[in-house]
């Protein structure tokens, strides 16, 4: 990296990967609804900053725009949507209902990782970007542990944080790859996404009132006469 600044600026996005890919990880192995929300809310958090030091150091407008859609759109708007549509009791919930336990699940989170990397090797030759080395790898393993989120969960709202965390994925990702995407592509996303985690909030507030659970299992047992 030239520069001394830019060395810093680089160092201190390979701290923000690091700790985004962290929260990936807490996002499988944490056990509450709450928890998992928050973990989110921080992964947003981080993907909003790495956006931020990605366009101090290439001068990108665009990426100042991605990182302020991001704050308000996920940090803020989602979790405040998902607050409202979905009912209290949900997150006093104990423990989420999954498929794998836990020692588990991080097991297959090392293998998703480690596969992640060896994905993003031939990407890597393609895209001479001097984040992609840190972004890509890092943003492919997190729609991974996303996609794995969602396949192991059983209950509605950590299925749809987990899909919600693909996306971080793919915009951590993105950012190094594509650092000047149109800012309309971006407000296309920060307007459909909170209208997805509107329309499922209510649809697990009517299943839960309806069933007194959100688990996606018991909607195998209804049936049409």
């Known amino acids: 990296m030239p520069g001394s600044s830019s060395g810093v600026i680089y160092s201190l996005d390979a701290l923000t990967g690091a700790l985004f890919l962290l929260t990936a990880l807490g996002v499988v192995a944490t056990r509450q609804v709450l928890a998992s929300l928050q973990l989110f809310i921080l992964q947003s958090v981080l993907l909003s900053l790495s956006a931020a030091l990605l366009g ?39 423990e989420i209902d999954r498929a794998l336990n836990i020692p588990s699940s991080l097991l297959v989170s090392v293998v998703l990782i480690v596969a992640a990397y060896a994905v993003s090797v031939p990407l890597l030759a393609v895209a001479d970007l001097p984040f992609a080395r840190i972004n890509l790898p890092l943003g492919v393993a997190a729609m991974f542990l996303g996609a794995f989120t969602i396949a192991v969960r059983r209950e509605a709202v950590p299925q749809l944080l987990g899909l919600l965390a693909v996306e971080n994925g793919v915009f951590f990702a993105g950012i190094a790859i594509v650092p000047n995407l149109p800012v309309i ?31 996606v299992g018991s909607l195998t047992s209804l049936r049409e006469y």
């Open 185 to 215: 592509a971006e407000l296309a996303a920060a307007v459909d996404v909170p209208v997805i985690v509107l329309v499922v909030g209510m649809l697990t507030r009517r299943i839960h009132a309806r069933l007194g659970t959100t688990s």
């Open 56 to 94: 101090l150091a290439l001068d990108s407008l665009h990426l100042f725009a991605v990182a302020a859609i991001t704050i308000a759109t996920k940090t803020i708007l989602i979790p405040w949507v998902l607050r409202h549509t979905v009912s209290a009791a949900v997150y006093r919930t104990r």
